[in-house]
Structures are given as C-alpha cells and as structure tokens.
C-alpha cells in the first residue's frame, strides 16, 4: 500500500514520525512524507521520500492574535497562556474548565494554532498530490489537522501519531460533555467540528467524529501520560530518532565525574522560541546554576538560543547539537524544559529528569506526572541546584527512571504494529468496497 505521512516544519514532530515510517517502508509499503518547504531537508535526510508542499511556516512571533481574553481572566493570565492565546489546551483545573473556557480553547487554537501548524495553502498542494499519487493511508502529526481533511478528501484511511499528551481529544470530549450537560448551552457551536468541516467543504465530504482522533491512534507516550478517553490507540514504542548521527570519539569515554545534559529541545528551534530554559529562567542562569556542582554539563544549544555575553563555566562543554539518543546512555541526569523529545527520550534510557516547565503544550503538566513516578523532579530558578543535587545523590530517582524504562521497553516496536495498521487500512477499504 502507499502511505502519506504529513508533519509540520518543526524536527522533533518529524522525528516521532520517522521510526513508524521506516517500520512500514521495511513491511514493503510505499512511503512517502509531505511537509512544508522548510522540513523537507530533514525529511531527505532521514532516507524517506520528501514532498515540499504549501510556503515556509511561520514563526510563532508572526502568528496573528487570537480572541479576546475570556470573561474572569486577567492580564497576567492570559500572558501566562502559550503564545499569549488566553487559553491553555493544558488546563486541567476544574473551576477555570468552564463550558465558556474550552470552547474558547478550541476556537483559539484551531484558528491560530492550527493555520500555524498547517495553513490553507499546505492542504491545498497535499490534496493536489495525494490525488495524483493515490495513497491508501494518510499517517498524520495529531497537531496537524491537514491529516484527517486531506484523508476524506481523497477517500484514503487515516491514523494519527500522539506528538504530545491528547489535550485535542481531551478538550474536544470535555466540550461535549458540559453542553450535553448544560441545559442553557442549546446547540452549543463545536469550535473544532466547525473548524474541520470548513476545511473539508471545498473538496467535498461531511465532518465525522473520528476526524478529531483518526480512525486510530499510534501512541507512542509513556502509559503515565495516557488520557482516558474511548480512542482506539495503538500502542507503541517510543523509539528516539535524533537525525542523521555521528558519535564522537570522547563521547565512547567513561566520564570522570557525572555527565549532566542541558537542552532545550527541538521544538523551541523549530518555533523560534529563544532565550529562555523555562518560561522564568534564563539560559545564562540555567549554565551558571548546573555548573555550580561538581559535574560535566553537555548543553546543547543553538547560537541564537545563547545570549551574546554569557559565561560559559569550565565545566560546560557547548554543542550546537548532540543526539541524545547518542548522548543519554551516558548521562546520570538530563535537564530539560519538559518537552516530549527530550522526555521520551529520558525514559528510553532510565536517566532521572529534572524539567524546569516551559508553556507550549503542558510542560507543566508532564513534568509533574514524572515526578508523580520518581524519576524526576520539577524546579524553577531558586529550586534548580537543590534539583539537581537530589537526583544525583538519591538513587531512588534511578530506580524510578528505571522503571518507566522497564515499562516502555515491554511495549511492541514499530516493525510489531504494522499488521495493526495494515488491518486499518483493510476495514477502510472494506467500509468502501474497495478490499479484494
């Protein structure tokens, strides 16, 4: 069968992608990865096939306000919302999770978030090639809601990949039920049906529920960061992929004192998202916090994600990048800004994590259900050392990362779901009378 697969312009979104596509490419299926112009470099260099479609993606600086802040919400707090929205798709506190709130949240990120990711000019050159390449599948980033339109519009089956914990299908069925349950809601506006049926209306078809969740969902998250929710997942996984890799001679050596790593992950190079380790410390500070202790720091960081004049510590060895998948295994701890690259890739090889929660996608959130397993803490400027010093003395943390590792190894590999996918497909074709 061909497969479509479909990533914004952001690496770490592509990474997640790359393994389950190689899985299915090794099966004997046709691969083939759509993005736009600005990821298709990393695409070829993965070794799939690359398709540029639509115009360079925006960085967030560029995105156009969203909505006025909802009502009961003050300045300082829709600041403290990602890219100043007014609204956390993240939120899980019960008072602020009004009907009025998480309609608000969907309409706010479908009609910023979304155009971000994946605007009208990327779904209009995906449609114009899936129908003249045919795929049978569209796999597709669950931020990129090009995946399930472009599906319909084309009649090809269509699964999601979790880049991230499911705070779309969360939203999405917690709106459902507070205006099912709301007897002066009426009929309530669904601002992400509305959203995908706009989408689809000019290639024909009608919105269906299984647009918002795919007819299945890979998930490739720790178990710990699941949501409860009547999805059919199928469960994989996390296999890390970094991009093309060159491990270093002094990389192969045994460090003589305890190798931290310092990154702040893809993602934030990917969006432009400069300056800061969380959302309230400074890189400058992070460098100068971590080396105060008697370890070596590997800090992966860009040069624009380095302020001019900062003091590089003796102790700091500076890379603009260094795999982790290559770097980790030798690594007595990682601190991170609590995105899912650098998370994920922390469980694979049992180092404890410290996360200093930055504000894209619920950092916040995962950092305290690690911490909720004993392989990590989170921490903030005036907490940082204290951190750190504990998760290198206790070894109760590497027992803890040990055991989230022990926990995402037991689960199947990419090359394992494939008949999962391929029975996907089969029920797709058979709904349609197309299976032989």
């Known amino acids: 069968m061909r497969v479509l697969f479909v990533t914004p312009a952001v690496n770490s979104h592509l990474n997640n992608l790359v393994p389950i596509a190689w899985a299915l490419r090794t099966a004997g299926h046709e691969v083939c990865v759509a993005g736009q112009p600005d990821i298709t470099e990393a695409i070829k260099n993965s070794g799939l096939t690359a398709v540029a479609v639509g115009e360079r993606m925006a960085l967030p600086r560029e995105i156009p306000d969203g909505p006025d802040t909802p009502e009961g919400l003050g300045a300082s707090q829709e600041a403290s919302t990602p890219f100043g929205l007014g609204y956390d798709i993240a939120e899980t506190r019960p008072d602020r999770l009004t009907l009025d709130y998480v309609r608000g949240t969907l309409a706010a990120y479908t ?4 155009e971000f990711m994946a605007d009208r000019t990327m779904l209009d050159d995906l449609v114009k090639f899936a129908r003249a390449w045919k795929p049978d599948l569209v796999v597709w980033d669950a931020h990129t809601y090009t995946g399930p339109v472009l599906a319909r519009a084309v009649g090809a089956a269509d699964i999601r990949v979790l880049p991230a914990p499911d705070h779309w299908a969360r939203m999405r069925a917690l709106h459902r039920e507070l205006a099912a349950g709301d007897p002066t809601a009426g009929t309530a506006a669904d601002p992400l049906a509305g959203y995908l049926a706009g ?9 269906g529920d299984d647009m918002v969740t795919g007819q299945a969902t890979i998930d490739p998250l720790p178990s710990w960061l699941g949501v409860p929710l009547d999805v059919d997942r199928i469960s994989v996984r996390h296999v890390p ?4 890799t060159v491990i270093p001679a002094w990389l192969r050596k045994e460090p003589k004192r305890p190798r931290v790593c310092l990154t702040l992950g893809q993602t934030r ?6 300056g800061r380790g969380g959302e309230d410390v400074s890189v400058a500070t992070m ?12 800090a992966t960081l860009s040069a624009d994600q380095l302020p001019k004049g900062t003091r590089i510590p003796d102790n700091v060895r500076l890379f603009d990048f260094i795999p982790l998948n290559a770097l980790l295994p030798s690594c007595s701890a990682i601190v991170h800004y609590g995105g899912m690259g650098a998370v994920a890739a922390a469980v694979v090889h049992g180092v404890p994590q410290l996360g200093i929660p930055g504000n894209i996608w619920g950092e916040a959130g995962v950092m305290r259900q690690l911490e909720a397993q004993g392989a990590g803490l989170r921490a903030d400027a005036g907490t940082l050392v204290d951190g750190l010093t504990r998760l290198l003395d206790d070894p ?8 989230i590792q022990k926990d995402m190894l037991s689960r199947p590999s990419p090359r394992d779901i494939v008949p999962e996918i391929e029975a996907v497909v089969l029920e797709h074709q058979k709904s349609r009378g197309q299976a032989a």
């Open 111 to 114: 009609s910023v978030v979304c």
């Open 199 to 207: 989408k689809l209306e000019p290639w024909g078809g009608e919105f």
């Open 241 to 244: 992929y970094n991009g093309p």
């Open 269 to 274: 190079r990917s969006l432009g998202v400069h």
């Open 287 to 298: 460098l100068q916090e971590v080396a105060a202790l008697d370890v070596e720091v590997i």
């Open 396 to 403: 109760a943390f590497r027992q803890g990362a040990a055991q």
